[in-house]
């Protein structure tokens, strides 16, 4: 299934803004959330094609959240990267052992962070 809705879960406003302006100008259509309560508004709205998803958040953090979608039926198949500043190997592995697709550090890179989001598609 091609990826065209993007769903940004990031409690930095530049980070979203800076994110959203990149999936925009690679022709995405994105949404943003500031927390995982604020993110699951929007998924029972309109279920997003894919989950750009920070970890270190207020309330619930990126791991909790991705697993929490991952184990929901109605969720599952939603994929989710993982896009933190966390850097550590056991981290990466850790957010994929939470259900998400890919995981991406801050600095993003654009063509890397277009490279996996195709790849998913």
Same mark, same amino acid.
């Given at each position: 299934?091609?990826?065209?809705?993007? @769903?940004?879960?990031?409690?930095? *406003?530049?980070?979203?803004?800076?994110?959203?302006?990149?999936?925009? *100008?690679?022709?995405?259509?994105?949404? $943003?959330?500031?927390?995982?309560?604020?993110?699951?508004?929007?998924?029972?709205?309109? *279920?997003?094609?894919?989950?750009?998803?920070?970890?270190?958040?207020?309330?619930?953090?990126?791991?909790?959240?991705?697993?929490?979608?991952?184990?929901?039926?109605?969720?599952?198949?939603?994929?989710?990267?993982?896009? $933190?500043?966390?850097?550590?190997?056991?981290?990466?592995?850790?957010?994929?052992?939470?259900?998400?697709?890919?995981?991406? $550090? *801050?600095?993003?890179?654009?063509?890397? @962070?277009?490279?996996?989001?195709?790849?998913?598609?």
């Amino acid at each position: 299934m091609p990826i065209h809705n993007v @769903l940004i879960v990031d409690d930095s *406003k530049t980070e979203l803004m800076h994110l959203s302006e990149m999936l925009k *100008k690679a022709g995405y259509a994105v949404r $943003t959330a500031e927390n995982a309560e604020d993110a699951r508004r929007h998924i029972e709205q309109a *279920k997003p094609d894919l989950i750009l998803m920070d970890v270190v958040m207020p309330g619930q953090n990126g791991y909790q959240f991705t697993r929490a979608l991952s184990r929901d039926p109605r969720y599952a198949d939603m994929p989710i990267i993982m896009c $933190t500043s966390k850097s550590q190997e056991t981290d990466r592995v850790w957010g994929l052992r939470q259900g998400a697709r890919d995981y991406i $550090t *801050k600095p993003v890179n654009q063509a890397e @962070l277009i490279g996996k989001i195709k790849a998913l598609g």
